[in-house]
């Protein structure tokens, strides 16, 4: 009877350990399941792969960027180049091991994830011989800031990509290169001016900003070196294209306003050696009731758009450059003194011409003079 029960009672172990043992199975299963699934976004990209990169903005149009020995370009065929700044922020982000989560693999969620074909930022890497990379749908930003859901292109799965990808695509503001001059502030030596307020030439001569018009002498550095900054850190705020009706005539620029005429050292080869390049200015423009100019470097085609706050530091006054020696005021203790000893030197001398002409007399009366 003893021996029945105990086999019953082993029975009965081993049928809870199987059940233990097949439940916890069945849950580790669907833990696996329930597991997010992780899948690469991109990988293995560097500056050195990529040709060219075609970005499209929903409502924007194509922008094709284009590596040509070396320098990235918004237009090969007009030599506009890309803001360096940008490209280099742009390859940060590419040359990231970038991968994300699967939420959802339906395409009727597209939209919800902005990573349809009207909704989302098309994205094509290509290498050479126009070798696509990768291509992307870029969405709108996840939960996080620094998740964004894309799409692979010709791949059904959304994934929330653990970096933030909308504005490294989307620039409002363009990916042209606003920089006007090649050139730094140190590099510039001779600027010479028309200016609305006259003509105006300084020269740096061993380190020192010395004025030649409107007249000779060392120039004002308060004056001069904001002047020399503003050309060499001078930047569009956007541009305009020249056509049968816009002409240089249209922007002011046929005659200009004003005109720049900067002499620097190119250093770009070895030995350096001096070029010269000129800026012209226009007049006056108002839209919406505010202030512009137009501008065009005399060796370029483009057009730039200035604010008048730029224009205004690009024509100073020639006559404030003028440094101006003023004569000392002698101070009201000095000028005091001076009369003090300027009254007593004159009573002094009555003093003398008194005393002489007391002697003189004295002379005359004596007993001794017949």
């Known amino acids: 009877m003893k021996t029945k029960h105990t086999f019953t009672l082993f029975i009965i172990a081993v049928i809870l350990g199987a059940a233990a043992y097949w439940y916890s199975q069945k849950e580790e299963k669907m833990l696996e399941t329930a597991a997010p699934v992780t899948k690469p976004v991109f990988t293995g990209i560097t500056s050195a792969t990529v040709e060219r990169i075609e970005i499209k903005v929903p409502d924007s149009e194509l922008v094709v960027l284009t590596k040509q020995d070396g320098v990235w370009y918004t237009d090969i065929q007009k030599k506009h180049k890309a803001d360096p700044n940008l490209i280099s922020s742009l390859f940060s982000t590419l040359e990231k091991e970038v991968t994300g989560e699967v939420v959802s693999d339906t395409p009727e969620h597209y939209a919800d994830y902005q990573v349809n074909e009207t909704s989302a930022t098309h994205v094509k890497v290509l290498g050479r011989e126009g070798k696509v990379i990768v291509e992307l749908y870029v969405g709108k930003a996840g939960s996080s800031f620094f998740t964004t859901f894309v799409r692979k292109a010709g791949e059904k799965e959304v994934l929330s990509a653990n970096a933030s990808l909308t504005y490294v695509f989307n620039k409002p503001e363009g990916w042209r290169d606003k920089k006007v001059f090649d050139f730094a502030v140190d590099d510039i030596v001779d600027v010479r001016g028309e200016l609305t307020s006259g003509i105006l030439h300084v020269k740096k001569e061993g380190g020192v900003w010395k004025l030649y018009e409107p007249a000779p002498g060392e120039a004002v550095s308060t004056k001069i070196h904001p002047f020399i900054s503003s050309i060499a850190n001078l930047r569009a705020t956007s541009f305009a294209e020249l056509d049968s009706s816009h002409t240089l005539a249209y922007y002011g620029l046929e005659p200009p306003k004003e005109k720049l005429v900067v002499t620097y050292e190119d250093k770009s080869t070895s030995p350096s050696r001096q070029k010269t390049v000129t800026l012209l200015i226009s007049e006056t423009k108002t839209e919406n009731g505010l202030s512009y100019y137009y501008a065009k470097r005399g060796d370029s085609d483009d057009i730039i758009k200035l604010t008048e706050y730029q224009a205004k530091m690009l024509s100073p006054d020639p006559k404030d450059m003028i440094l101006t020696t003023s004569t000392p005021t002698p101070s009201t203790s000095a000028t005091t003194s001076s ?24 002379k005359e009366t004596s007993p001794t003079r017949s």
């Open 339 to 362: 009369v003090a000893q300027t009254s007593s030197t004159q009573e002094t001398k009555d003093a003398e011409t008194t005393s002489t002409a007391s002697e003189e007399k004295d």
